[in-house]
């Protein structure tokens, strides 16, 4: 009796050391590590019921978290290996799940995406049965990110969107900033920096600075490789250096290695050969610590390029060839090619043409036959300058033909994944009952930062007043408008009232409606003036919203003996603020009925045109428009030559609010008139996207 308690004391003392290790194995690897020597030492001593069984995998499996945070893989491997058998043994699918998804980042890490993938579908198979909501949520990112690597990036947006959806379903903080960082490197693909940038913002908000500067650092790395594919060396160097300050606080040579080839990359562009060379020098000496052979292997690339850059055509000769040793070690068919034709560029720069020629070759060969057509087309480029340096200009034509077939071949392709990734995110809007609203973040991570809160502090202050100033008027003279309009009713509905009196109440409610139209255009007005209207957009279908206007207007065109015809294309999408559009064409639509005569047809038609544009006009048969007119004609408080036919009032502010509403959705309003008396067609022309 007293040996079972001390069993259960024992046990219960390990499983408390796991429990703490399971939370920080990542963030302390060190001190994971000795504390698991520990929990070996203890489980050794006891017997190796399933009890210990179950602790003795755990330990394994925290071992391999440290190892894999300390950039160890062979090591991690061996340790996750170990937990999933035990596990196995005793059916501990939750856990095997999650030894799983460890194995899984290991192979990636390592760059063996195809064995990654198979560990993280795994996982998700035993997640799935399981009902385990967060655990498939990550099973997904995680799949997303292989296929993202492999370039299947319509396959990897498709599982992080339905990550995504789980994790927000969840409340995951954690998950969902992983996931949106992952979402903003498609953006970055796609080269839509501004998605991208607020993707990475938005993570990084979600991350806790004290318990997660592993990820902060990665995503502060992504964002540098936007700023530096913008041509921003100066915020690019800055986010890389922090990068590398925090990757070392932790520990993480993985992360510090990507740091120093990314400030070798900015100082490269920068021309600055010296500190590039140092940089990539330091960054392959973590990635041989941490045994990263491809990784070396593209940043003595990058040696080579920088070696070529300063006219050293024997160093980068040599640099490469130790790439391509490494490359042809591993088998990286595609890197392989790409050095290869490195080399021959750089053996042509030596007009050493003959080999040259071999090297350039034997790309051709290697390409053609594993259908790298990228590859391909580089090294027929390559080929077809040697001959045309050698004079050869026949040889020299075809294979400058054969670079031109082949990359207009590849462009085809990129273009078709780029489609497909649009479809995919077409597809995920449509698919969301409420789309994301676009974020307006401060995603400034320099000296520029505190510029930024205060001129955002200023805009709040300005904001707060503009929305206080609105209120009063709101208040102080559309509410007492509202009540002499009712009263002005009230006196017209009683018919025993004298006829001066039912005439005067008309004329006071006829007045009073004008006023209180005016006073909604001007606070509209300013509104638009002081940038306070933030347009809510969403997937629209336009037809149905024309026909809506359209229709809150029958009865005034009716009252005039008017007709409104339709003409409208049905399968018109356009992302519009429905509210602020719908007040666009309602003022369109009440300006040719009110300035139709008595009797005339009014057409209202919607078509697509060329560049993805859609065009709605509005025509009446009123008065026309004089060259007067058109050059005042969005104009504030303008008044025209033409006057409502049926004693309709007009503010002179209607067509100014429609401009400036339609310009916030980067379209453009216009008018046409052949002349007086032969009516106006009045244009909107909006995006799609």
């Known amino acids: 009796m007293e040996q079972r308690q001390r069993e259960n004391i024992a046990l219960e003392e390990v499983r408390a050391k796991l429990a703490w290790l399971k939370e920080h194995a990542a963030q302390k690897p060190k001190e994971a590590m000795r504390q698991v020597e520990d929990i070996f030492a203890s489980i050794n001593q006891h017997t190796q019921t399933d009890e210990w069984c ?6 394994y499996h925290c071992l391999s978290l440290a190892q894999t945070a300390l950039a160890s893989y062979d090591e991690a491997m061996q340790a996750g290996r170990k937990a999933l058998l035990l596990f196995k043994q005793i059916n501990k699918r939750n856990m095997m799940a999650s030894v799983l998804n460890n194995l899984g980042r290991i192979e990636y890490y390592r760059a063996y995406y195809h064995k990654s993938l198979d560990f993280y579908n795994d996982s998700l198979t035993l997640r799935q049965e399981l009902g385990d909501k967060k655990g498939i949520a990550a099973a997904l990112n995680n799949i997303g990110l292989i296929y993202h690597s492999i370039e299947n990036h319509a396959a990897a947006l498709k599982c992080y969107e339905e990550s995504l959806a789980l994790k927000r379903e969840l409340g995951d903080k954690k998950g969902i900033a992983s996931t949106l960082n992952n979402i903003g490197m498609i953006h970055v693909l796609l080269s839509d920096y501004p ?21 902060i650092t990665n995503i502060q790395l992504n964002i540098g490789e936007v700023y530096l594919s913008l041509g921003n060396h100066y915020n ?16 993480d040579k993985r992360l510090e290695a990507i740091a120093l080839r990314a400030l070798g990359n900015v100082y490269h562009e920068l021309k600055e050969p010296d500190k590039a060379l140092g940089f990539y020098q330091e960054a392959i000496a973590r990635f041989e610590e941490i045994g990263l052979q491809n990784s070396i292997a593209t940043a003595l690339g990058n040696i080579a390029s920088v070696h070529e850059s300063k006219g050293e055509y024997d160093l980068a000769f040599e640099y490469y060839q130790q790439s391509l040793q490494r490359l042809r070690e591993l088998g990286d068919q595609s890197t392989i090619v790409r050095i290869t034709v490195l080399i021959g560029k750089t053996l042509i720069a030596q007009k050493n043409y003959n080999l040259a020629k071999t090297y350039l070759t034997e790309a051709i060969a290697t390409s053609e036959k594993h259908s790298m057509r990228r590859q391909s087309y580089e090294a027929y480029e ?12 026949e040889s020299a034509y075809r294979a400058y033909q054969n670079f031109l077939t082949i990359k207009e071949a590849v462009f085809n392709e990129e273009q078709g994944k780029k489609i497909a990734v649009q479809q995919a995110l077409f597809e995920n809007e449509l698919a969301r009952k409420e789309a994301e609203r676009h974020k307006q973040q401060n995603i400034e991570l320099t000296k520029a ?16 007043f503009k929305t206080e100033l609105l209120g009063i008027a709101a208040h102080d003279l ?17 018919k025993e009232n004298k006829p001066k009196t039912l005439a005067a109440a008309a004329t006071i409610e006829r007045v009073a409606q004008r006023m209180y139209k005016l006073i909604e255009e001007l606070l509209n007005n300013v509104k638009l003036d002081m940038t306070g209207i933030s347009l809510c957009k969403s997937k629209v279908v336009v037809a149905d919203l024309l026909r809506a206007v359209v229709a809150s207007y029958q ?17 018109c999408l356009a992302e519009l603020d429905a509210e602020r559009m719908h007040e666009v064409f309602e003022n369109l639509v009440s300006n040719a009925v009110k300035y139709s005569p008595k009797g005339k047809t009014i057409r ?11 065009r709605i006009a509005v025509k009446d048969e009123g008065q026309g428009l004089t060259e007067e007119d058109k050059s005042k004609l969005f104009g504030k408080f303008q008044r025209l030559s033409a006057r409502p036919t049926g004693g309709e009032s007009s503010t002179g502010l209607g067509l100014s609010i429609a401009k400036q509403l339609v310009e916030l959705h980067g379209g453009k309003i216009w008018a046409e008139s052949e002349r007086e008396n032969k009516g106006a067609t009045f244009f909107v022309e909006l995006p799609t996207q």
Request: overall charge negative; proline content about 2%; hydrophobic content about 40%.
């Open 54 to 59: 179950e602790v003795k995998a755990e330990a």
């Open 478 to 494: 559309k509410n007492p408008l509202q009540s002499v309009i009712g009263f002005a009713q009230l006196i017209q509905e009683d």
């Open 449 to 464: 930062l505190d510029e930024m809160k205060r001129l955002k502090a200023i805009a709040e202050e300005a904001n707060a």
């Open 555 to 571: 009865a005034n065109a009716e009252k005039k003996s008017q007709t409104i015809e339709l003409d409208l294309a049905e399968n």
């Open 195 to 215: 998605k991208a940038i607020e993707c990475y913002t938005e993570s990084l908000n979600l991350r806790d600075p004290k318990t997660e500067i592993r990820e």
């Open 236 to 251: 690019a160097l800055q986010l890389f250096e922090e990068a590398l300050t925090m990757s070392r606080e932790i520990g």
């Open 382 to 393: 390559q080929m077809a300058m040697l001959h045309e340096q050698l004079g050869d200009f």
């Open 604 to 614: 209202v038609s919607l078509k697509q045109v060329e560049g993805g544009a859609i």
